[in-house]
């Protein structure tokens, strides 16, 4: 079992920045590709980001390339989204997610994902 808990949510305004974290309990968080999704009200999931288990290699929806970067931490069982330009159509619940390395890096549909987090609310105003 991993237990994943986001934190670093808030209201901001457009061009704002905000840091996500998500930080995992359980089994070797280095065991795990991570990934962030988001899921605005009335819409389906979304794909955010993506980074391998050793953090080599990340990946990134076109929506959010060039404003967001995913990074890890394996020492401190940690995961994080900054987030930079925001847009008020970033605004949704954010939820990190775990992925056995024996997968390939990431599912934009969040398949072979095992774990989430409870999510955290960014709110983008205009």
């Known amino acids: 079992q991993v237990q994943l808990v986001e934190s670093g949510g808030g209201l901001v305004q457009a061009g704002g920045s905000l840091r996500l974290s998500c930080a995992a309990s359980?089994?070797?968080?280095?065991?795990?590709?991570m990934g962030w999704f988001r899921q605005a009200p009335g819409k389906e999931r979304e794909f955010v980001a993506a980074?391998?288990?050793?953090?080599?290699?990340?990946y990134y929806a076109d929506s959010v390339k060039g404003r967001f970067t995913i990074s890890r931490d394996n020492a401190k069982n940690t995961v994080d989204l900054q987030m930079n330009s925001l847009k008020p159509e970033d605004t949704a619940v954010y939820y990190c997610?775990?992925?056995?390395?024996?997968?390939?890096?990431?599912?934009?549909?969040?398949?072979?994902?095992?774990?989430w987090g409870q999510g955290t609310q960014v709110t983008v105003s205009s």
């Open positions: 997610a775990a992925r056995g390395r024996y997968y390939s890096d990431y599912n934009v549909d969040g398949v072979g994902y095992a774990y």
């Open positions: 359980g089994r070797t968080f280095s065991s795990y590709h």
């Open positions: 980074i391998s288990w050793s953090g080599g290699i990340t």
